[in-house]
């Protein structure tokens, strides 16, 4: 149970979404308008990334009341 909430905390959520700020950051410095088409994928990518770091998160809070 131990190694579960270490490996539970030691992981970085900002990992989890780093791929689309990534690419966000890299059209907004562009200067060109952004495709439709990118919009709906860079939005479907937020959304998984952001459903993914819930998860994580919530497994390490599950994981801390069952220390408790």
Do not use: W
Not at 19 to 42: M, V
């Amino acid at each position: 149970m131990k190694d579960l909430y270490a490996d539970l905390t030691n992981d970085n959520l900002d990992e989890l979404i780093s791929t689309t700020a990534e690419t966000i950051r890299g059209i907004a410095f562009s200067g060109k308008p952004i495709p439709r088409h990118l919009k709906k994928q860079l939005k479907l990518m937020y959304r998984e990334d952001r459903a993914r770091a819930r998860a994580v998160d919530r497994e390490r809070q599950r994981a801390i009341n069952d220390m408790c």
